[in-house]
């Protein structure tokens, strides 16, 4: 039985210690998957922190280049109202001018219709004075005609 009683004991202790290797390994295995699990996860946020900047660089790239277009809008509008400005005065100047113009054309209107009634009154006067000097030249006639028949009588 001291046979048996040892081969029970080394078996017991051969269990013992397979089933303490086997549950070290067991717990080793399961902090390895663990650590190579955390690990993985770092990893894994690394990568995902890294497209996250690059992302980030390029909104802010966009966003200075908006901000640059949106800059470049604003100076051209600033230009553009500045024309548009000019643009307004050089139509008031030249509607000024216009109406200076328009009214001067209406006095010189105003003027030849005042001068053609003068030519008219002057035709008048001028047709008149031929009618009075044609009766005076009849009448001179007339009177040197009877002035010379009485004086060769």
């Known amino acids: 039985m001291k046979k048996l009683t040892s081969l029970l004991a080394v078996i017991s ?49 966009t ?17 553009l109202d500045a024309n548009i400005s000019n643009l307004n005065s050089k139509e008031q100047a030249n509607k000024n001018r216009l109406d200076k113009l328009n009214a001067n054309l209406v006095e010189i209107n105003n003027e030849i219709d005042s001068d053609k009634q003068n030519i008219l009154l002057k035709e008048n006067e001028i047709n008149n004075l ?8 009849k009448l001179l006639i007339t009177i040197l005609n009877n002035f010379f028949k009485k004086k060769m009588n």
């Open 13 to 61: 202790v051969f269990t013992a210690s397979g089933l303490g290797y086997v549950t070290y390994k067991n717990i080793a295995v399961s902090n390895n998957t663990k650590e190579e699990s955390m690990l993985n996860k770092i990893k894994s946020i690394k990568e995902d922190l890294k497209n996250r900047e690059l992302e980030l660089r390029n909104i802010q790239k």
């Open 130 to 137: 031929k009618t009075q000097v044609k009766e005076t030249k």
């Open 63 to 79: 966003l200075n280049d908006n901000e640059n277009k949106k800059n470049e809008l604003n100076n051209q509008i600033n230009r």
